[in-house]
């Protein structure tokens, strides 16, 4: 066996929506903090002065509100999306700024991980094979495994999104656990298979051994 699964598109793919989703609603955040919720708040100011123009005029109590709304559908256009409506309070300019640094921060970091990550090879060949370290995902790494220290496979996650942990005991004779990724790694099923296929192996020999 000589093997190198990179990336695979579908993985790729992925997360370039999510990126996109994160740069989109951290430009989302910034258009509102810095010109939807701006423009907002001189609505505000003007359906004020409306308001004030309207009691100066002597208007009865009772009815300021309603004669202030229909001269406010004059202009509201310029302000918001609905010249029906009022506007009400004035929005966190500033909280919105925070958001979409926050975001934009985030989707920087995302792009480095995903572009990190782009680069990486899984490898095997007949002796050995990198298995991935079983921790949060930007923080995992690999680990090279001897296929004839392998005893176990969890299959329960392969068929839904490719993923299988593999059992072995390390140099010490400890039990470890690494992951096998053929979703993100494509490819990787060969490295499963070659497993499969010592694992075979070994319970042969035993049962050979047990008769």
């Avoid at 929506?17 to 505000?44: C, H, R, T």
């Avoid at 925070?98 to 991980?113: D, E, I, N, T």
Wanted: overall charge neutral.
């Amino acid at each position: 066996m000589n093997l190198e699964a990179k990336y695979s598109r579908e993985w790729r793919d992925r997360m370039g929506i999510i990126l996109l989703m994160i740069a989109g609603s951290s430009g989302w955040f910034f258009y509102d903090g810095l010109v939807a919720y701006p423009k907002y708040n001189e609505g505000v100011a003007a359906y004020a002065q409306i308001v004030e123009m309207v009691k100066e005029e002597g208007v009865a109590e009772d009815a300021v509100d309603t004669e202030a709304a229909s001269r406010w559908e004059k202009c509201a256009a310029e302000f918001s999306g609905d010249p029906k409506e009022p506007p009400k309070h004035p929005k966190n300019i500033a909280q919105q700024l925070q958001f979409g640094v926050g975001l934009g921060v985030l989707a920087v970091a995302f792009l480095l991980w995903v572009l990190r990550e782009m680069k990486r090879v899984v490898r095997a060949n007949d002796e050995t094979f990198d298995g991935l370290t079983l921790a949060f995902p930007p923080f995992n790494g690999k680990t090279s495994v001897r296929f004839d220290s392998v005893f176990g496979l969890d299959r329960r996650k392969w068929k839904n999104k490719g993923i299988a942990i593999v059992h072995y005991k390390d140099e010490k004779g400890r039990p470890r656990r690494v992951e096998i990724d053929d979703y993100k790694y494509a490819g990787s099923e060969a490295i499963l298979e070659k497993c499969e296929a010592v694992i075979a192996d070994k319970k042969a020999k035993k049962q050979e051994a047990d008769a």
